[in-house]
């Protein structure tokens, strides 16, 4: 069974503070890693995406990829309370060389007070 | 740019009524287009994806189908609605790896 595992939350973080994000999968051929916003009531974001272990900064957002971990997390740096939303963490696995689809996390929300 | 377009927003349906849900993209072609479903307090659970007209895999045997008549034009139905299908339907569209959601439609059965 292919997973991937997220914390529900909820993360309470103060207006000002880093929020740390944090998905495990099972699949070690994982090859693409994906940070979705999902505000309630709306659609998910697309946010950050990453490929190769690292970090990978985007503004306030860096992701951060550990493939021999099998880790992935988003840090949100200078966090605002318009940063309150469910993360949902989402896994590229390949099935044998063919692109395979994406694995969602069930999402951890985040709420920032001012 | 691309954009990605559902309708209805919302809907209210009686069970054992039919169902029929669009989405169409805008701005690229032969994309993968895909149909989640997110029921209340649950993640994301893929229905359908499309890499081409008239290709359809299912994820998930249930009441559900989907049909893609044009490259750009993505369908979801059902004969008859269960209590079950409630949930928040979204579509999506990829082109290589990254993949981009519609404003999905809110279903509630009754």
């Known amino acids: 069974q292919k997973e991937v595992e997220q914390n529900s939350g909820p993360l309470s973080v103060p207006e000002g503070a880093i929020a740390s994000l944090n998905c495990t999968y099972s699949d070690r051929v994982s090859q693409s890693f994906f940070w979705y916003r999902q505000y309630s009531g709306k659609s998910p974001e697309l946010i950050m995406s990453?490929?190769?272990?690292g970090d990978k900064e985007d503004g306030r957002f860096t992701a951060q990829l550990n493939k021999a971990s099998q880790y992935v997390s988003l840090l949100i740096r200078d966090s605002q309370p318009s940063d309150s939303a469910t993360y949902l963490c989402a896994v590229n696995m390949y099935y044998g060389g063919s692109q395979g689809n994406l694995i969602f996390g069930k999402g951890t929300k985040l709420s920032v007070k001012p | 740019s691309q954009t990605i377009h559902q309708w209805p927003a919302t809907l209210v349906q009686p069970v054992g009524s039919p169902l029929s849900l669009e989405c169409t993209v805008e701005g690229t072609s032969n994309p993968n287009l895909y149909w989640y479903r997110q029921a209340a307090g649950r993640g994301l659970q893929l229905l359908f994806y499309?890499?081409?007209?008239?290709?359809i895999s299912s994820e998930v045997p249930q009441n559900l189908s989907a049909s893609r008549p044009q490259d750009r034009q993505f369908i979801l139905s059902s004969k008859k609605l269960l209590l079950s299908d409630s949930g928040f339907y979204l579509c999506a569209w990829s082109s290589l790896h990254e993949q981009y959601f519609g404003p999905g439609t809110r279903l509630t059965v009754t």
């Open positions: 990453i490929y190769s272990n």
């Open positions: 499309s890499v081409g007209i008239g290709q």
